[in-house]
């Protein structure tokens, strides 16, 4: 299945885009999903990522859909 | 509790802040203004600007929640929140915070608050631009 | 540190108070200001006016020395201190202090410090004012 | 001798007057000036009161001069 991914901060360093598509195996979830990303892409290990949608932080166990539209953020940094 | 929350590329003038909050039972305001210092970055240069960006629409949402939660245990009569989008320049404001409430210690009480909880959870990240390097600012758990 | 102390009937202009705070350095400007409510006085009338008077000469004296002992422990790089002599509408501010530090922590800090030794030290009396009565206002000991 | 004094706040009610002049005897307190207000004008008894002189708060045993000028200041009430 396909899914939208789109990155803020230092994450868009490291995906080499704002915007991505990943195919990702049916059943993927949430935690999956950073298992996914820190496989692929050179982001430390220990770096904490909230993945948003729907305006809604997800749980880990959270399942993903095809089609969907994900946001992934590393910690955040305003003010 | 009148509530004003927005994040844009244009500043928020002081006296559209003072409108909104003063009240005939408001006695103190506090307003806070974060600003761009010009801290040096790793490789020696001075920071110039600062560059913000958001996941608007959750801004809103956690910001709107950040509120609800702060009016459990602090009593305020109204709140305006602005955050900058973009280049911000050293010596720019990049953040409002005004509060209005009965007494000072209860204004002072809800800024604290506001912020310390604004800082760990509103999707705005900020990168450090110099003349020649810029670098994400990550903040260590 | 920067210093401004003044007492007028005048009141402060933002645009003056930002100008003496900010620097490159100053990442927290915090701001406060006292405004006049509508408080109810003992015969049941609404406050309309508070009427300020003050001995201006140890104003300046006392205001000084606080903010001596405030350097001793807060770690701030500007204060700007403002308050109204003679009357004060309700809705209208009488008191502003400002604070510019490099974290928004000594700012604050420094701010709740000075206030609450401002209350206790410096020689301002107010009176409130209602359509009918006035009468002095006398903190407890 | 006299003393020249001037009055804020709720002690210019007292006195009827911003600014009085008081005829004191030689050699009197800071302390006894408090007295002295405390007896001959309606002063609440536990009403504090500091007496200023030079720009300066009196102690308790300072002894006022002839042709002194003193401030009256009740509790202090700005902002």
């Not at chain 1, 949430?30 to 290990?45: I, Q, W």
């Not at chain 2, 003063?22 to 103190?28: I, V």
Request: hydrophobic content about 45%; charged content about 20%; proline content about 4%.
């Amino acid at each position: 299945m396909v899914v939208h991914v789109q990155a803020f901060g230092i994450l868009k360093d490291f995906l080499g885009s704002s915007e991505v598509q990943w195919n990702l195996s049916d059943g993927i979830t949430a935690e999956g999903v950073r298992a996914f990303l820190k496989k692929n892409y050179p982001v430390h290990p220990g770096l904490p990522i909230a993945i948003v949608r729907d305006n809604r932080y997800l749980a880990d166990d959270e399942i993903i859909q095809d089609q969907d539209h994900l946001f992934l953020m590393p910690p955040v940094s305003g003010g | 509790m009148k509530v004003h929350i927005s994040i844009s590329e244009a500043p928020a003038s002081y006296n559209e802040i003072m409108d909104f909050l003063k009240s005939d039972h408001a006695g103190a305001i506090a307003l806070f203004e974060g600003v761009v210092r010009s801290d040096v970055l790793d490789n020696g240069e001075s920071v110039t600007h600062l560059f913000y960006e958001a996941h608007v629409p959750m801004v809103h949402a956690e910001t709107s929640l950040l509120v609800e939660q702060m009016r459990q245990h602090c009593d305020v009569y109204a709140i305006f929140f602005h955050h900058l989008l973009g280049n911000v320049a050293v010596g720019q404001t990049s953040i409002w915070l005004g509060i209005a409430a009965q007494h000072r210690k209860e204004a002072f009480e809800a800024q604290t608050w506001f912020l310390n909880q604004f800082k760990q959870r509103v999707p705005i990240w900020k990168k450090e631009l110099g003349d020649q390097t810029q670098q994400w600012v990550v903040p260590h758990e």
